[in-house]
Structure formats: C-alpha cells, structure tokens
C-alpha cells in the first residue's frame, strides 16, 4: 500500500520567516501533486512535479521532487498570513492511474 | 471559466434518511472523482467515473453508496440510510482525459447527519 506521509503536521509561525514541509513516501510516484485548502473550501491545485530532481517555483514557494520521486518538499520564502492553510500533497495511485493518495496534511498558520 | 461546482453546499440529513450529492465537472473534463474527507483526516479516494460509466469505485463501501455520471447532467453520489459515521466532507474532482493527476477540486458538500 502506498502511503504518503507529511511533515510536520502543524507549524506556527511569524510573519517574514522562511519554512519547508515535507512529504514523504517509501513507494515510488510518477508524479507528486501539491494542493492548498482553506477552512470550508476544497483543495487548490498548485503545482504538479513530474521529473526526479524536478524543482518549480510559483512566486514565493519552491517545490522539489526527489530523484527517487519518493519524496518532495515545498518551501516558503518570507511567509505571509494569507499562506495559511493547510498544505497537502497527493500521488497517483499505482494500482490504478486514475486515483489519488493524498497525505494528512501540513496545517500551516502565519500570524502578523 | 467555471470551476467544478458542488451543491448543495451544505446537507443536514436525520438517520436512516438519503443524502444526494451533486457535481458538474469543469467545462471540457470527462472524468469526475470523489473523495471523502472526514474529520481530522486525509481525502480519501472513493469512485471514478466518465460519462455514462464506473471505472473504479474501489473506494466506496459497497453498501449504501452509489454514484453515477448520466450522459446529461451533473454526477451524482447517493447515500442511503445515513449513518452519523457518513458525517464528513464530499469533494468532486474533475480532469480532462489524459491527465488524470491533475484533477481540480470543488468546494465540497459537508454532510451532517443527526
């Protein structure tokens, strides 16, 4: 069974400090998907990695994907309070390319 | 350009009673899935249908659950004889064909069942 595992799970922070959450997997994925939820909404698509090594920028964040591709990580440069949220990843399922795995989530909170 | 949209938004439903969920897909995506997330929990993979089709529904319970995507209209999850433990948050995804990872999220119905 493939699990994704995220850390930490909650993370407090001030205003203008940089951060990096991670995702973490014993089983290999052909891709890693990054979403953002807000209380009450569903998950925002981000950025999808694709390639080993792959790193993608999306104005403050940087994501990397692992060479292996079992593991990525998002960091934040100079956090903001509207970077609250909490932070999710997800992979397809290998047994079936059509599912996604998703992994308990990061819940992030910036305060001013 | 419309997202994927889910209502009602909110559902309240007594014990023993149905609950019906509705999505449209995003203009142009074929493929709806739905996922239940529950309270303090990850999103789990429930069904994935194309028009008029169940391609997996690996992760629906076998009992009580059913969806269906008719040729017209919105897709719809069903869930009969609500139980409290059928309280969670239900979010429709959908992707156009071909690029399945990348499925964009409705905001979900939450579901409470008293």
């Known amino acids: 069974t493939q699990l994704l595992e995220q850390s930490p799970q909650f993370l407090s922070i001030q205003e203008g400090e940089n951060l990096t959450v991670y995702c973490n997997s014993s089983?290999?994925?052909?891709?890693l998907q990054w979403y953002r939820q807000e209380p009450g909404e569903g998950p925002v698509l981000l950025v999808t990695?694709?390639?080993?090594?792959e790193v993608k920028k999306l104005k403050r964040l940087t994501f990397q994907f692992g060479d292996a591709r079992k593991d990525s990580s998002l960091h934040i440069t100079a956090a903001q309070p509207g970077d609250t949220g909490l932070y999710l990843c997800?992979?397809?399922?290998?047994?079936?390319?059509?599912?996604?795995?998703f992994g308990a989530g990061t819940r992030l909170a910036v305060h001013p | 350009n419309a997202g994927v949209m889910q209502n009602p938004r909110h559902l309240v439903r007594r014990r023993g009673q149905e609950a019906r969920l509705r999505c449209s897909p995003m203009?142009?995506?074929?493929?709806v899935y739905w996922y239940r997330q529950l309270p303090e929990e990850g999103l789990k993979f429930m069904v994935y249908?194309?028009?008029?089709?169940?391609?997996?529904e690996s992760g629906m319970p076998k009992e009580r659950f059913s969806a269906e995507f008719p040729k017209e209209g919105p897709s719809i999850l069903r869930i009969q004889q609500v139980v409290r433990g059928d309280s969670a948050a239900y979010f429709c995804?959908?992707?156009?064909?071909?690029?399945?990872?990348?499925?964009?999220f409705g905001p979900g119905t939450r579901l409470t069942v008293l």
């Open positions: 249908l194309q028009k008029e089709n169940i391609i997996d």
């Open positions: 203009k142009g995506h074929s493929h």
């Open positions: 995804a959908s992707s156009p064909a071909g690029l399945f990872n990348e499925q964009f």
């Open positions: 997800a992979g397809p399922d290998s047994g079936g390319y059509n599912k996604l795995i």
């Open positions: 089983s290999v994925f052909s891709s």
């Open positions: 990695v694709v390639t080993g090594g």
